[in-house]
């Protein structure tokens, strides 16, 4: 079956760095999403990792492993806003229809 | 700026109703989705349409159809509304081509089916 996991909750201080783990089991891999949901509204892209690596965008940083089946997306200088959900999403084909997401990671961000 | 709009934010309907949710996007996009998020489940794609006319069923298709008539419209239809169809109900656009198939969303429509 397909299987998507990210821990259902997280907490972390202002200013400190915060790391957000996607592990996952698909028929098929053609590339790993990241999105940002804040409450009440709609997910924001992140990011987007094909290959194995990190990817850095800012404060934002994501990792791909696809021996491991393994994503993360690392989070530096915190700032209150970033109090969201963080959605894990793979896409197992060229098609675009062809994503599932993960139930998402609601990260609280404590002063 | 890409938008996605759809045309509730909140809506009421009774069990049996037939309920309509529209999308309209503004960036030209080939391809459309509706999905539902429920509290532990993540999103589930109901359906996809990569063309005006053309659809393609999602991972839970069931108790749902679709209408693309135009390029940037796209309708989710529930002809029965049941209560388990109580959910938030999030509309995307992408580009098409390539391999980065990012999404833009709609802000969301909660339904409530009493």
């Known amino acids: 079956g397909q299987n998507i996991d990210q821990p259902t909750e997280m907490t972390a201080t202002e200013g400190a760095i915060v790391q957000i783990n996607c592990t996952y089991q698909?028929?098929?891999?053609?590339?790993l999403f990241w999105y940002q949901q804040h409450a009440g509204e709609a997910p924001t892209f992140l990011s987007y990792?094909?290959?194995?690596g990190l990817e850095e965008k800012g404060r934002f940083s994501s990792f791909l492993s696809r021996s491991k089946g393994y994503s993360y997306l690392l989070l530096k200088e915190l700032q209150m806003k970033d109090s969201a959900s963080y959605l894990c999403?793979?896409?197992?084909?060229?098609?675009?229809?062809?994503?599932?997401f993960g139930s998402g990671t609601r990260l609280s961000i404590r002063p | 700026d890409v938008k996605v709009t759809q045309s509730s934010r909140y809506l009421v309907k009774r069990t049996g109703e037939k309920v309509f949710l529209e999308c309209v996007q503004d960036?030209?996009?080939?391809?459309m989705f509706w999905y539902r998020q429920d509290p532990g489940l993540g999103l589930r794609l109901i359906y996809f349409?990569?063309?005006?006319?053309?659809?393609e069923k999602g991972d839970i298709p069931e108790g749902y159809s679709v209408s693309r008539e135009k390029k940037e419209r796209f309708s989710l239809i529930l002809e029965s509304a049941s209560t388990n169809q109580t959910s938030m109900y999030l509309c995307?656009?992408?580009?098409?081509?390539?391999?980065?198939?990012?999404?833009?969303f709609g802000p969301g429509t909660r339904l409530t089916v009493t």
């Open positions: 349409s990569y063309d005006v006319k053309m659809k």
């Open positions: 999403a793979v896409k197992r084909s060229p098609s675009a229809s062809k994503i599932i």
């Open positions: 990792n094909v290959l194995d």
């Open positions: 960036m030209d996009h080939e391809n």
């Open positions: 995307a656009s992408s580009l098409s081509g390539g391999s980065l198939y990012e999404q833009y």
């Open positions: 698909t028929s098929g891999f053609n590339g």
